[in-house]
């Protein structure tokens, strides 16, 4: 079956290669690497590609449509370093680093709204996407908390004429997409208008578990953006954008070995909007003066079996004003000063009072510095100073150069520090999971208030050592290091290697301090892990005559708890033989962190003819990472539980029709490989056509 | 491994023949061997609460080293068991849990490893339901248990150093908590789960000469 489908494919490709007769035009810039493409978020000015000195990658807004991608997850899981992750939706794994430390940006605001860390991408409708731009290493120099892995900045279509597109889906599981963007141009005003509805009847079987479910969801995303010229100088941008979503589920909670079914529906709505000020005093001196405001709003409504709701309400609002002047000193330095302030408040009834917000300011400076003298090398320094209210401050410094051996090759280095603030789950939870077990998690700020109060009322049976050491929590912080190499020998052949470590210091982890009488454990959290993630990422591109490409990209991926590392080397872990005995865990049965790969690769076969005609297929490979420690220690090694790596297969092919009409269609997950328990949202083979109008070629 | 065998009776036939030359008297004794104890029940599920809890009878199943055998529940108030066994919890005869010389610790490290009970160890008795000499809870003692998966994992390098009701020695390995004595899959359905848990395999060497040597 799967090697039929394999046939099919390929037989329409061929077909549709011979009846095409059409020559082959080659666009000079399609691989990217060194050309004059304008990439913004690497220096958070306006750059060319060819001169930024730190490693960057670009997603164009055509091969999200050739792939027939609708969600960022989708996007992102085809790309080289990147790894999506399960559980709490689809966070984004960048180099081995977890979700929670990568900022997601849309127009270069930042997206809030993670559960335990982790944002879900699905939330993000790719429709009206010109580029996705990735910085990858710490980029808090310039962005602040959140961007220590890198930075994805989603960057929209803004079209600066008249246009009228419209596109509907119909997949597999019942799913549905349509979109509409409209944009229009009247005399110095321009104004765009996106629309977007996703609904699916949903796919998550999980085998041998507790959630049996399928999740059908439904989303909707507005997005209207505003911009009006006063002068050549003067611009004033407005944008807002709101996204909801409805999850109907049927939850299963294991209370000691039973399970206890409950009907479950969840909304999150998130609303973003942001109103920036243009200004250019003089060709030298130009600033930005930006408003942003983002409000995630997520409400859990539970109804078990026996009739007992369940609420469970989480509202953030986020506020920001940030000027940024750019002064361009001469031919050669240019310079950034941007200062901000932040409030940020949150209401859960995780927390002791659903009504009382916990707020958090911070004020922030940055300052950037770029040497381009337009020859051999290019400079770039810069800090940032963050101070925070709720936690220890933070500084971010960051450096890069670049040196350019010739128009073919270029060598890169960068090292910088980034951060993650504390979230306020890590500061206020206040959670006793009544359900199973009742454990207990409190923040840092909570946990001595609330245990002491305990004690008080003689719940307490006995506190850890480490209840003591519980104080103000501190920033994680990450030092990466990146050395990178882009060879572009010809027009057809591309290749960039780069190698990366990145040391995190100060990992916040929830720890058990102590237990109530009754046995059950209390948790809170504490800074105490050190880790590493290094390794390398290889890709390259080709073009072939006849319009065809074709891109390959390899990770290689070693991650670890340097204190885990320290006690196996001085052979104070031990792991459970096969027969239940117990014996020294070696080095080499260590894996390093959970959830990561050793090996990743993906291959991209594409072909375009002069017609439009498009087709192309997509694999992925993930080898396997750890899930869960199984076997008796607290250290992930070859004994615990894996999920086992996998491939997966996607095509796509489309084709313009008359008078602006357009089709696609193609298969995701060919080869139908599911894994319920470890890729709850990985969808097995799906189906899907697509109908495109569009008033612009 | 056969050389490594011939080389070590090498060894002890050489220190036979050196310490027979002193005067002190050696006796050359026998090695002791571990005993397995294979899925002993420790108040298995009987049933359900309508809250979903399973539960037992509760009552604690009692059981001798020293004559390898399970004791019977009429004799829980004498010093013919070492051991109880309950859920995860495990009792000595010590304190207020019988009228034995009984007591335990925990000592983290390998079993085969542990040739002498130093003589600075500190055995703990029980003090129920407050502390118990083998230390009660996931993550304290001798297992872990984690709530999503419902799992009783024993924790890797944890020997249960014993003192018996009669004062003598002996030490302890969990294996596993459930029936066929290994610990179950995380995707095992709940019922087996419930159904295969609270049956102990562990394997133990006993003392009886009353020295702290195995």
Sequence with gaps: MKKRAFYIIWACIILINFNSKAQMNFSKDSLGLYSDTVFVTANKSERQVKNISVPISMITGKSIVQAGNTRLADVLREQNGITMTSGFGAGVQLQGLNPDYTIILIDGEPLIGRTAGVLDLNRIAVGNIKKIEIVKGPSSSLYGSEAMAGVINIITDKKNTDALSANIRYGSYNTKDGNISISKRVNKLHAQTFYNYYSTDGFSVRPNSNNRFITPIARTTFTQNIQYKFTDKTSIDGSVRYNTENIKSIIAVANNGTTIYSNGNENNNDLNGSIVVNHK???KIKTKLNTYYTQFKSKQDLLTVSGNPYNDLFQQNFKRVEDQTEWKINASLNSIIGFGWITENVNSSRYDNIDSAKTNNIQYAFNQWEWNNGKKWVANAGFRYDKNQN???AFSPKFSLMYKVNTQLRFKLSAGRGFKAPDFRQLYLNFTNAAAGSYSVFGAVEAQKVINRLMDLGQIGNLFSNFYQLKKLEPEYATGIHVSAEWEPNQSNE???????????????VQQVGNYISGSQIYSYLNIKNAFTTGFEIETKQKFAKGWTSAIGYQFLITGDKDQIASIKS???????DNGTSRLLKLSDYVGLPNTSKHR???KLNYENTKGFYANIRAIYRSKWAVANTNGNEVFDEGDQFGAGYITLNYSMGKPLKKGWAIQAGIDNINNYMDGLNLPNLAGRTFYITLKYSTQK | MKKAIWKSLVVVMTSVFLFSCSKSTTTVVAPLSATTVKDLPADTIIGITPQGQPFGTGKFTFYSLEKNTIIANSDSATTKWDLAFNGTKILTNSGNSGSG??????????FEELKTISSDSVFKTDNGPSSYAVTFGSGRGWYTYDPIKNLVTPLAGRVLVIRTA??????VEIIAYYKGGATLAATAPDAEKISKQRYYTFRYIFQPNGTRNF
Excluded: E
Aim: proline residues 0%; positive net charge.
């Design chain 1, 281 to 283: 005093f003089s060709d």
């Design chain 1, 391 to 393: 936690f220890a401050s």
């Design chain 1, 495 to 509: 290749i960039q290697v780069q190698f990366f470590r990145n040391d995190i210091n100060n990992l916040i982890d």
């Design chain 1, 571 to 577: 052979g104070t872990v031990y792991t459970k033989n």
């Design chain 1, 601 to 603: 690769l993906q291959a």
């Design chain 2, 101 to 110: 010389l009984g007591g335990a610790f925990i000592q983290i490290g390998l």
């Design chain 2, 166 to 171: 009669s004062g003598k020695y002996a030490k």
